[in-house]
C-alpha cells in the first residue's frame, strides 16, 4: 500500500519513504491511500491474542513495504515484557459498568506518547535503510510537553539517529521540564523555547520545509525527520490500542463483537483521536467519537460549527500537554472526509496560515456532527473531576483524563447516550503532581517537587512510578533556551554545521 500527501495526488511512496521523510515537501501530510479493513473473521482472531500480536497484524496492514520479521523485531523491541508496567502494555481500567478507561501511560515516560515513541525509532531506522539512506536521521521534535521526553527516551543512543527537542518555556509542568533537561543519552539535546506550542511546531515546520537547510544538510550525509504525530509513524502504533481495547472490551463482555462503543480522547493535535477514528475505518464499531479539551477550545468549535479560529486567546493550562491551538492532523481528518480532496484541503491551510482561520462549509460540518461531539472544560472543571473520581471512584487520574471524563459526563448527562465508552487515559497522575494534589486537597500542594509527591503518596495511597522519582536530584543537563528566530541556528550548532 502507497502512501500520498493530504495537498498533492500526485505524491505516491512506500511506508519506508514517508516515514523516514516525516512531512511531505508541499507541506501535507502523509496518508495511506487506502485504508485496510478487518473482516469479523479476524477481528475475532485478534481477541485471542496478546498486544504484541495484534500490533504485529495491525502494523503488517499498513507497513506493506516491511518483512514480517522486520514488523516482528520492532514490536517485541518496543513492547518488550517489563518495559511497561502493565503485562497488557496498554489494559483496561473499569471505572463503572459500560465505562473503561484505557491506560495509555504504563510506559517509561509516563505518557501515551510512550506507546508511539518505543516503537517509532525502531521502524525508523528499518525505513531508513529501506530507502537505501545511509544518512544520519535528526530527528527535530516540537513538544507541549510529553512528546519530548518520549522522543528523547526513545531515541536516546540509537545508532544514526540523533534528537533535538523544543518544548515552550513557561508551558510544561515541572516534572515534564526535569525529565527533559535530566535526559541521558549521548545524541540528544533539548531546548526551550520563548514561545508557546505552536510558536515550537510552527519553528520546526518551517527548518522542514526550508529547501536551502535541507541541502546544506543533504552535503553533509545528515537527514530530517520528524517524530511529532505529523508523522505518519507515530499513528500507526496508536491505532493499534484502539482496536485492542475494543478486542478487550468484547473479552471482558463490556460489548458483543460487533457491537458500538464511544470512544472519547483528551485531544491537543489532534493525533490520538485521529488514530481512533482510523481504527473505526478499520473496522471496529464506533458510535460517536468524543473530543475533548480544555479552555483551549479550538476544537470544540470546529468541530461543532465548522469554522477553525486560532484567533483568540491562548491559555495556559492544568493540562499543557492539550495547550495548542493549531492542531496539525486536522488536516488528515479533513483529507479523509473530503474524500482526498486536497485542492480544498490545501486552500484551508493556506487560509489558516495566512488568515489564522478557515470555514469548511455545511456538508463537510453535517459529516463531522455525524461522527464526532465536543466539549471542553476549564481548569476547575479538571480539578473539579479528579476530586470526584478519586472520592466515589477511588480512581487517581491526571488532569487531561480528567478532561475528557469532565467532557464525557457533561456529553452522556446531555446527549443521553449511554453507548459503552472507552476514554483514553494519557499520562500518570504524579507527571502533573501539583495540579492533581490541588485539585485533592489543596492545603499539601506546596514545597518541593518531590515533597509533592510524596504528599500525593501518603493521601492516595498510590505509588509514584520509580522514572519519575529517580530524577530526584539528578543532573540538568539541558538548561538552554531560545527564541523562535534563533531555532534554526540551534539546530544547526546542535548539527555541527556551524
Ligand atoms: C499529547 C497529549 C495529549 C494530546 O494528544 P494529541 O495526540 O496531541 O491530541 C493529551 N494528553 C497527554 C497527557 C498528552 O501527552
New binding site residues.
Partial sequence: MNYTSTRNPKVSLSSAQAIAKGISPDGGLFVPQSVPVFGEGELRELIGLGYRDRAKRILAKYLTDFTGEEIGLCVEGAYAPGKFSSPEVAGLHTLEPGVEILEL?RGPTC???DMALQLLPRVMTVAAAKTGSTDKIAILVAT????GK?ALEGFRDVPGTCILVFYPVDGVSAMQKLQMTTQEGSNVSACAIQGNFDDAQNGVKAIFTDKAFEARLAGRGISLSSAN?INWGRLVP?IVYYVSAYCDMVAKGTVALGDSINIV???????????AYYAGLMGIPVHRFVCASNSNNVLTEFLQTGRYNRNRAFYTTS?P??D?LI?S?LERLLYLLGEGDTLRVSQWMAELAATGGYDVGREMTRKISELFSAGFCDDKGTAQTIRETFETRGYLC????A?ALNVYMNYRKESGDVTPALV?S??NPF??CESVLSALRPELAAGSEFEMIEALESFSGIDCPPQLLNLRGKTERFTGSCSVAEMPGVVGQFLQIG
Fill in positions: 501511560w505518557a501515551f506518547k507541549s510537553g510529553d512528546t518520549a504525530s496508536q480522547v483528551p485531544t491537543g493535535n489532534f493525533g490520538n483521536i485521529l488514530a493540562s500537554s492539550m495548542i492542531s492532523n491526571d488532569t487531561h483524563t478532561v483514553a494519557t499520562a507527571k502533573f
